[in-house]
């Protein structure tokens, strides 16, 4: 088949970008002729809370990327449409994240549809239909997408149930979200830690990705305080105001035992950070699916997960990590048992065997079963 995959994409940067990069990828592996529409204007400066929208990675090799879509101008959707439309697509797989994005993609979904001279079927691979911080308009923008589209797929089961709620919302699939094996491979940990100054022989947890109040780094550093000799590894850039977690650090006097790197961590460096590290912590208030409990199962990283959203679907509990309450507590607890009863053996070879759930062959066997 012609694929069109209307997403984000290089020169891009962020997860979104990456994983459908690698989806095109793997859906030109299984034969299929795939073109990438991608946005020239993503977010406007005043709406992106990060220093930059864009990485100085190399682009993807082998991969079709056209540049053109703007989010804010209509006139440029019916011209994006139109184009697309042109290219006599059989199936067009648009993802989803947000909100903002309904006006833009549905109307070039319908435009693309109207005028291609061949039936179009579209689906929608929806990472969340209606977004942790919660803004006016979310429904009515998400509804408007929602009928652009033939069916769905998601990688969180709560995101299905999200979009079952919208009346006359198609058929919904689940595929659990796909291991980012596009890292490259580990480090030696001593060499790792050398590398971020971090002392060898102390146990450390990683928190890693963009920080916003959903993603409870602060219940983490609470955490923290509950558990002496335990160091923390902050790997991320802030969106949004850090003084609080600051605050948190120096009233419990974490200095010493936080390692902080506040900027986006590049592809290139990601293997560093979680090859440093010994467990990795996603203590969301908060959430669908993460990509970053993907990233830990391909570096073979145990994680302590919260019980919200589908957090719970990628990790089992006492297996492949801990699935604990979104307090500082549970977390602190988790923590302790992890390093005090040495459990990093049996939950390493734990994640080893979760690992196989999580291919990319599934999630494209789905999207296509879809499209058909």
Known sequence: MKILLLSPAHPLRGGIAASSERLAQVLQEAGHEVVIYSFKLQYPAFLFPGKTQFTDDPPPPGLTIKTRLNSVNPLNWLLVGSEMAREKPDKIIVRFWLPFMGPCKGTVLRVARWLSPKKTTVTALVDNIIPHEKRPG???????????????????????????GFAGAGEVRF???????????????????????????????????????????????QALAQTPGI?????????????????????????????????????????????????????YRSATQSGISQIAYHFEKPMIVTNVGGLPEIVTDGVSGYVALPEPGAIAGAMQDFFANDRTAVMQEGVRREKARFSWENLVRVLVNALS
Request: net charge negative.
């Open 138 to 164: 979310d429904r009515l923008f998400a509804r408007y997408f929602i009928g652009a589209c033939d069916d769905f797929v998601v990688m969180s089961r709560s995101v299905g149930e999200e979009i079952k």
């Open 175 to 221: 595929a659990p979200h796909p291991i980012y094996d596009t890292y490259g491979a580990a480090l030696d940990k001593s060499t790792a830690r050398r590398q971020l100054g971090i002392p060898d022989g102390v146990p450390v947890v990683l928190f890693f990705g963009f920080i916003r109040a959903y993603k409870g780094l602060d219940l983490l550093l």
């Open 231 to 283: 160091h923390a590894l902050i790997a991320g850039e802030c969106y949004e105001d850090w003084q609080p977690y600051q605050d948190i650090i120096d009233k419990k006097k974490l200095a010493e035992r936080v390692h902080l790197f506040t900027d986006f961590i590049p592809a290139a460096e990601v293997a560093v950070f979680f090859s440093a590290a010994d467990l990795v912590v996603q203590p």
